[in-house]
């Protein structure tokens, strides 16, 4: 099964007339954007909302604030961004929500084995505290999609093996990092049956990401050819026209 959603959700206020909209739309998917901070703060609010996204059958995730670092030689930044996805959990919790969706850190003048560790620790630890609350939405490292940044396909596929958190396969941020999507390394490399998958146009330059644009329909067909028929797959559209491509994605599999 494909379902297909946008990133972004609105504000509490909205958030159940727009996944309304959404399923009106045949979208089958949602990812929360905590971009600056976890804004739904009652757990009333997040059980309403999950109960009518499951009620509608769309399938909410979240995505952390973009100001997470797990590798710093400031240890009070670490533990701010350790506390930070776990207040993420908490309120994925609330809605059912599959996964957290977190960019894990920066090299930060330290070699790529020392971020790896540092980054592989940390997950660990917050993954502890989280089964202690009984938190049940999961950690999800996104392939990230500038070269000065941790989250190559290899680190992000070592980090789920070694620490079995989920993960979050960005194919823009792929292509803008590698030159190529590698959708045949990726779906060897990841075998789980859940795939959660972010996808849009992108800018990229010698360093990497730049900047995410519309869709091109020509890539999106490309994508849909090369995933595998029997996974369970949800693709989160990052573009400024997120529910735009995302009706797009459904067209072209309807």
Not at 82 to 108: I, Q
Request: charged share 30%.
């Amino acid at each position: 099964m494909i379902r297909f959603g946008p990133a972004g959700l609105g504000g509490v206020k909205e958030a159940l007339s727009n996944l309304e909209k959404y399923h009106q739309l045949g979208l089958k998917a949602c990812e929360i954007a905590f971009t600056y901070g976890v804004y739904i703060k009652r757990k009333e609010d997040g059980i309403k909302i999950g109960k009518r996204a499951k009620e509608l059958g769309i399938q909410l995730s979240i995505h952390a604030p973009y100001y997470i670092n797990l590798n710093s030689s400031d240890r009070i930044k670490i533990e701010q961004s350790k506390k930070r996805l776990l207040n993420c959990l908490e309120a994925g919790t609330w809605m059912n929500a599959d996964v957290v969706v977190f960019h894990p850190g920066f090299y930060s003048k330290m070699d790529k084995t020392e971020t790896y560790e540092n980054i592989k620790r940390a997950i660990l630890d917050i993954e502890k505290e989280a089964k202690k609350k009984h938190y049940t939405a999961k950690l999800a490292p996104e392939t990230t999609g500038k070269i000065n940044v941790f989250g190559s396909l290899d680190e992000t596929a070592k980090l789920v093996k070694e620490t079995k958190c989920r993960f979050c396969i960005d194919f823009a941020h792929i292509l803008a990092r590698e030159r190529d999507y590698k959708f045949k390394e990726v779906f060897e490399k990841f075998k789980d049956k859940k795939f959660h998958i972010h996808f849009s146009g992108i800018n990229y330059g010698a360093k990497g990401e730049l900047s995410h644009k519309k869709t091109p329909k020509s890539e999106l067909k490309r994508l849909l050819q090369n995933v595998p028929k029997n996974r369970d797959i949800v693709i989160i559209n990052e573009s400024p026209s997120p529910v735009n491509d995302s009706v797009m994605g459904l067209k072209m599999i309807r």
